[in-house]
């Protein structure tokens, strides 16, 4: 296993598109995470899933955002007419419930997006 | 989610040891104390985590104050790759022990290493 995979790792758009980024999980991780990461602050948490199941929004997460996981493997998050503000490092991350035993969380590298 | 302070910047040698602060003492009983750090252009990476008890492993050792209103992340021997954002975060649990599901991160802590 290579980890959590994310792509594209860059994307440029101009304001208004839609944008769609998608999350390869590590295989036996049954959650999933996303968050968004501006320059100089901490990943802000947007989403997670436990299986297919979406178990917790952010206020963050406007109605231009939308999250998936169809069949509890591989994630989507798309962003509808996007803003300047959308703007970040989106990144993703898996870890299995009931996990206090556990390592934690396993970051992708991150998909950037920039609008323009 | 309980808060914790780290501050904002640090710096240390190489191959000195680092003792890297976080304060939380809205602690409860049943928040594990969890340390990531971000290297730049990388997604944030797991260090260590501990309850009660200081925890070693092979990235580095956690301290924890004997009132858990404390903890101490310990680089035993400073490299250039260790430069990065680490993060201190507390994360909650339930009775059963099943973790919550999301980390909240704060501003975490920038260490820089000279060589």
């Known amino acids: 296993d290579t980890g959590v995979s994310q792509d594209p790792r860059h994307k440029i758009t101009k304001r208004g598109q839609n944008v769609t980024f998608r999350c390869d999980p590590i295989s036996e991780h049954n959650r999933l995470y996303w968050y968004r990461q501006t320059l100089g602050q901490g990943p802000e948490f947007l989403t997670y899933?436990?299986?297919?199941?979406?178990?917790?929004k952010s206020r963050l997460l406007s109605d231009r955002f939308s999250a998936e996981r169809p069949k509890g493997s591989f994630s989507t998050l798309e962003i509808q007419r996007t803003e300047q503000g959308d703007s970040a490092m989106y990144l993703c991350?898996?870890?299995?419930?009931?996990?206090?035993?556990?390592?934690?969380?396993?970051f992708g590298s991150g998909t950037r997006l920039t609008v323009v | 989610d309980a808060k914790t302070t780290q501050p904002n910047s640090m710096e240390s040698n190489e191959e000195e040891p680092v003792h890297l602060p976080c304060n939380h003492s809205t602690i409860s009983g049943t928040d594990y104390i969890h340390w990531y750090r971000q290297l730049p252009s990388q997604g944030p990476e797991y260090v260590i985590h501990?309850?009660?008890s200081n925890v070693n492993n092979r990235m580095a050792s956690l301290a924890i104050a004997e009132d858990r209103k404390s903890s101490t992340l310990i680089l035993h021997r400073a490299t250039l790759r260790d430069a990065a954002v680490y993060y201190c975060?507390?994360?909650?649990?339930?009775?059963?022990?099943?973790?919550?599901?999301?980390?909240?991160f704060g501003q975490g802590t920038i260490l820089t290493v000279h060589p």
């Open positions: 899933f436990q299986n297919e199941a979406q178990l917790e």
């Open positions: 975060i507390l994360r909650g649990s339930n009775a059963g022990g099943t973790s919550y599901g999301k980390l909240t």
């Open positions: 991350a898996s870890s299995l419930s009931g996990d206090l035993l556990n390592y934690g969380y396993t």
């Open positions: 501990g309850l009660t």
